[in-house]
């Protein structure tokens, strides 16, 4: 089960990844751009879920493009989901509890590459970074 300390710790870690806040929540930008964000359900996200909506925290990542979202979304719904509000948008909601801290590892480092400018990406993944 993973936390905010561990979102936090692993955001942290890569370059050019600052903290503050985005839509009154906390989050994490590399360059200006939120690739990992605390993402409360609103009550259309609610409505929406019914049942199924999360009882726990839910974070927002950055994703590649909507075919990994719904990659994500498919292959494991007890972490992963969507809402209508993020139709078109390349971002997937992830139940933070019920994500392994080695998953969202993977998570926040692919949703660091989704946002981060091409030359850092590069640069990080060269070992540079």
Request: charged share 25%; glycine share 10%.
């Amino acid at each position: 089960m993973a936390t905010w300390a561990d979102v936090r710790r692993l955001a942290l870690a890569l370059p050019g990844t600052t903290e503050g806040t985005a839509w009154g929540s906390p989050a994490w930008r590399v360059r200006d751009r939120p690739f990992v964000w605390e993402r409360p359900l609103r009550r259309a996200d609610l409505e929406h879920l019914g049942d199924a909506a999360p009882a726990g925290p839910v974070l927002g990542a950055a994703v590649a493009d909507e075919g990994v979202k719904r990659a994500l979304v498919a292959d494991d719904p007890a972490v992963y989901l969507t809402t209508p509000h993020f139709d078109g948008y390349a971002a997937v909601l992830v139940r933070l509890d019920a994500i392994d801290v080695g998953e969202l590892a993977e998570l926040v480092t692919e949703a660091w590459l989704a946002r981060a400018p091409r030359r850092l990406a590069r640069e990080h993944l060269s070992g540079g970074g």
